[in-house]
């Protein structure tokens, strides 16, 4: 014991250990303050409206709002477009006037897609659920999954109701007699000379344009005796790509030249006596694998590039009340002539701003999590489908990724608004800043970039791309990159927040004339 | 005031000088070479037009700002090497520290006492102590921003005094105010003489200065151009006026 005692009392006489205890000592004393100042800035922050709304309010409400109402404005123009007739002007009808006929007969076939239509119905799946799995046969099969319908049950009934024995078994089939394209087809505009080449294209255009047609279709004078004589024929379709309605109309008929000429070789075939397989001797068959699905894939896209803008925008308005607001209000020279060091001020601003952009981050992940798990979004749910789950470790290594990058955030916005000597002038400097952010973070959404260590040298970048490495579930490949982009941008927060302080003691920033 | 008083406040060729980027980097000598002493038990008064260096001069002794060149020393601490030593020896009040809007009353004036390092059973003593001598017990726990200017005033006074500081510096604290908060004011000011403070106190009205002070210092242009005892400025001229004085001192405005 005395022994003991003795030994201490030596430590405490010894020069070295005296320098680091009184160093620890002052370590601790300013971590004590900047405490006292992080309660009350808390307390504050939490006090005041604005940071209330931008913290808590968007991330939790704005993101389910805004995607619903996108899908909901995306599944009813998408039905409106599927259900809309449009005219289609055929250039020269006298040049194959039975393809005309034949085309007439397929392209409205509302006789056929009404039974197919209220069939579905009874069985409760609506016409706008219909329109939205639109050339998407599997997300058609995921919703009758969803339906608790069985694909051939429902394939046997249609055929009845149809009163087709050749009636495919496809999804795709089904949902392209629901969905039948929906063309008239007229074969004269206003007379309107359009014989010469160059004007033609003009006057088409024109009237693409005007909605007067959706496109035009033109066979070429050789057709029928072409097709006659075993050989094809081509029929151009003019069309414009800035029009929906156009390109609506291409693919229709594509796909009604496709099974007019399906119709066409079965004939060809059965005329020759050769097998029904003979014009079409290989074929593909997608067999999806049960790992990460198109929800992950979506959500590893977009999560990344909305937790660092939810960091950002988390952190700006009380990083801005607590700097330039201080200013404001008049309150900067009564924390000043407080006998603390600026370290522990800064410090204790920089946890509440810090803690500001990590809840909002959050915030947001779980509320897009939650209404995605919920299906809320018809259009994301039905067209991306699969599940997705994160595990605890890579919800930790996420949160690990995202304290970091906030630090930067909040030092970064803490220095601006410190310089700042209004609300309003503090806005004018996070904005330009949130911009420079925002971009980098969206290549999370760039198709095709891997996290290598070019990128995980690049700020914002590295933490985008290893948030989705990470969603992705590839965080078992990725451990070396997500340690050093860890590391890094830790170092690159702390300068910014020795910067800050250093900034927080200047004149020239305080008492700005 | 007396010779045996000791010096709280001693200030030796402070001086400040601004450079003024807006205005074609031209130098402004606020507080130009400006020494002066000031006593426990004393109001020493700064007395100056618009723009004379009042403020600038307090600033510095509460280390706010730093000095150009000159020393200046507070309860023995230099305020250059050991600022925050001095800012806990001092109760600083102006026009510009305001209260925060979100705290109650009483929550505005734990957090400074917080700050000041005094323990929790402590600052729970003096608001049971400050709130009853003033009569705050009313508004403890209402908000600063919902508080009328005379109740934001009396907060500010126990923030100020709350750590019982050695040496109060005011600046113009009573611009803007009505007679009755102003009165709060001035009682409060004399009571700290009269408990043995040392009490800086800057103005620009002369009758507020002549009730007041013990001391006043005649500040223009960021130099002192007097420093005495309120009845030698006085005598200054046969008049026996302080204004007359005062213009004398400054010259006549050309
Ligand atoms: N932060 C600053 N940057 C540049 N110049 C400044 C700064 N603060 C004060 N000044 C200048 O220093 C001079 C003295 O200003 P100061 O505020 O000390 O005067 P004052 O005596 O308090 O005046 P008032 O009665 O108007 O409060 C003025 O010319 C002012 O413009
Ligand atoms: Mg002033």
Redesign the pocket.
Known sequence: MRLGAMFTARLRRNPMTRAVLSKFARGAQILAVSSTVFCKELVDVLRDRRTLIFMLVIPTVAIPVLMWVTSELMTHFMEKLAREQVDVLVLNPEAAPELVEEVKKRANPLGRARRVAELLKAKGVGESELAMTKGEPRAFLRLLEKKGIDPEELATELRVAVEDSDFKLEPGAIIQNAFPPNFRLVTELDPRDYDHPAEREQVLLEAVRTDEIAAAIEFADDALEKLASGDSTEIRVYYLDASDRSSTALSGLRRIFKSLGKQMVAERLLSKELPAGFANPVKVRPERLPGPGMLVKFLSQILPYMILIFAFMGAMYPAIDLGAGEKERGTLETLLVAPVSRLSIVLGKFGVILVAALVSAVLATISLSVSLYLGIFSTISLVSGGSFSFSIQEALVALLMIVPISGIFAALLLALSIFAKSFKEGQSYASPLQMVIIMPAFVSFVPGVKLDWLMASIPVVNVSLALKEIFTGNLDQHWAHVGVIFLSTSIFAGLLLWFATWWFQR??VL??? | MTAGSQALVSVVSLT?I???RQRGREE????DAVSFEAHAGEIFG?L????????????LLATM?KPTSGEASVCGHSISKEPQAVRRRIGFMS?ATSLYGRLSAKEMVTYFGRLNGMSREAIEQRILELFDLFGMNEFRDRRCDKLSTGMKQKVSIVRTVLHDPEVMIF??PT?GLDVLTSRTIVDFVKDCRTRGKCVLF?T?IMEEMEKLCDRVGV?HD?KLLACEPVEALKSRTPSGRVEDAFVKLVGEPA
């Open positions: 004149e020239q008492f700005r004339s | 400040k601004f450079n003024d402004i000598r606020a507080v700064l100056g037009v618009n723009g004379a260096g009042k403020t600038t001069t307090l600033r700002l026009t600046d113009e611009v800057s620009h500040i960021g």
